[in-house]
């Protein structure tokens, strides 16, 4: 029943206007604080520390890793839903992009990465924008990087025909995204992983210290209160619906329940003595084996794609997309 209103929220949010222009001046609400916030979170910072000495991301990889393996460098690089321009700065200071364009719907992110940008004299600009309805210029980009954006689209089919567009032919596509259950439905399996390890772990390792919650049971949430209107509103379709103007060269998936169990936040208590990093160790080794051994589906995924020629995109599934942003696009 919840993934049957899941779709209801996203065919309403497609064609009525006012429904989608009421989530939109939400979302830029929520991540103009948010985004800002977190650049300065004491507590962010910590737990970005405890991250990197307990390697939490060993099994992922990252952009800049990537292109150095492949021995890529780009001239002119588009980032999608960049908010505060962390990995803008980033792609510039490690030599990977000689310049960079970013884009969010935040005014109030993108007001922080221009200044930031502007204090460490870099060469990138930035746009405030709904992806959405953004329109690229064509063959522009020998780069579009989406960072963890992708799965706050509504709109997906639209935007990857507009990515194809901008990317030059020899150009690359970065994804690294959430790529789960749409709208935190999550599967029986999951669920059910989750909460039997949640019910077995002190206290101490379930206190977010960045939001101040304490998680004791996982359940799917009621579409439509997530804190962010557009919170993985379709972000089990990313993948297949880019694929149709790109191809995967590269890619790499993770996460079964670690996101869940261990997220951002709860991170430092891991830290503590050679005993709490031992536990971490085992939960990463479970959630490892789940993906796998296939038991529930990774719900993280990184993919450097190439644009497909013009010939051997697949025929359009259906118009009806067009005929809703028509509609709902602001004059």
């Known amino acids: 029943m919840s993934l049957d209103k899941a779709q209801e929220i996203i065919k309403q949010a497609m064609t009525d206007r006012s429904l989608y222009e009421a989530m939109a001046a939400r979302e830029n609400e929520v ?35 990537v292109a150095r ?7 002119h690089g588009l ?26 719907i935040s005014e109030k992110a993108i007001a922080a990465a221009r200044d930031t940008a502007k204090k460490e004299n870099l060469p990138l600009t930035y746009e405030v924008a709904d992806l959405n309805f953004v329109q690229l210029p064509e063959k522009t980009f020998d780069l579009v990087a989406a960072q963890t954006s992708l799965h706050h ?6 935007v990857a025909e507009q990515v194809w ?15 789960g259950e749409t709208q935190w439905q999550y599967d029986s399996r999951r669920l059910s992983i989750t909460n039997q390890i949640l019910a077995i772990l002190p206290e101490k390792f379930r206190k977010n210290k960045i939001n101040a919650r304490l998680t004791t049971e ?25 694929e149709r ?15 869940l169990v261990v997220p951002p936040g709860t991170r430092a208590a891991y ?19 789940c993906i796998e051994e296939k038991i529930v589906q990774p719900t993280g995924g990184q993919y450097l794609m190439r644009p497909r020629p013009i010939n051997e995109i697949p025929p359009k599934a259906a118009s009806a997309d067009d005929e809703r942003i028509s509609s709902l696009k602001p004059a």
């Open 31 to 65: 991540w103009g604080k948010v985004l800002p916030a977190l650049e300065d979170s004491q507590a962010k910072m910590e737990d970005f520390a405890a991250t990197e000495k307990l390697d939490a991301n060993r099994h992922q990889s990252y952009l800049i890793g």
């Open 69 to 75: 393996e492949k021995n890529l460098t780009f001239e």
């Open 79 to 104: 980032t999608l839903g960049c908010g505060a321009g962390r990995l803008e700065r980033a792609l510039v200071q490690e030599g990977i992009c000689r310049s960079l364009h970013g884009i969010d």
């Open 153 to 158: 689209i509504l709109f997906l089919e639209r």
């Open 165 to 179: 567009r901008s990317v030059k032919n020899d150009g690359y596509l970065w994804i690294h995204d959430f790529i």
């Open 218 to 242: 996982l359940k799917r949430p009621e579409p439509g209160t997530l804190g962010s209107p557009f919170e993985s509103i379709r972000s089990s379709e990313i993948i297949p619906i880019f």
């Open 245 to 259: 103007w790109f191809t995967i060269e590269w890619k790499l998936e993770f996460n079964a329940f670690l996101h």
């Open 271 to 289: 830290i503590e003595n050679d005993d709490t990093t031992a536990l971490f160790e085992v939960l990463l080794l479970l959630d490892n084996l």
